[in-house]
């Protein structure tokens, strides 16, 4: 399982002294309210930045990061991710997990078929949607609700499923 979990990319600056719009990664923009802290992902380093402001502005989150007075402090970091560690992460329900966790999963149907891996969750208004490469590339959608669902395993990296008719040729 990863130790870092992306909350959030800075997309831009935000005027000229030093803050940042990001596009938040996170079910829930408004935890960066209660965040102090968070990991940016230079692509060399996690460093760490204090949180001084958060406002919102559209789907977006504006923070001002305590030591970058200027744009050209923070300029250099868009696109960069920033991080939480584990602890940090929201608490989730029963049978609710992190994407991150879920991709390369082995998926299973309740036969014994192996399907494939996961390779990518689709957050649609509805449910989720998983998506599902086959050993012969071929994507298969598999609505994350229920009765399609049947168990997940994160340590063991195993999904059993059901597949209502129509999913699979």
Avoid at 48 to 59: G, H, P, S, T, Y
Avoid at 78 to 105: H, M, P, S
């Amino acid at each position: 399982m990863e130790e870092f979990l992306q909350v959030g990319v800075i997309s831009s600056t935000h005027g000229l002294k030093g803050e940042v719009k990001v596009f938040p990664t996170t079910d829930d923009p408004a935890r960066f309210k209660k965040l102090k802290k968070v990991l940016l992902d230079t692509g060399k380093e996690h460093k760490e930045l204090e949180i001084e402001r958060v406002a919102f502005f559209k789907q977006f989150v504006i923070l001002k990061f305590k030591g970058f007075d200027h744009i050209d402090q923070i300029e250099r970091y868009k696109g960069k991710g920033l991080l939480v560690t584990r602890d940090q992460a929201v608490k989730l329900k029963k049978n609710e997990y992190f994407i991150t966790d879920l991709i390369g999963i082995t998926v299973y149907t309740e036969e014994g078929q192996t399907l494939g891996r996961l390779k990518d969750v689709l957050v649609t208004g509805a449910n989720d949607v998983y998506v599902v490469e086959a050993a012969d590339k071929k994507e298969i959608l598999i609505p994350a609700i229920k009765q399609c669902i049947l168990s997940v395993n994160i340590e063991e990296r195993e999904m059993m499923v059901h597949l209502l008719k129509g999913l699979v040729d």
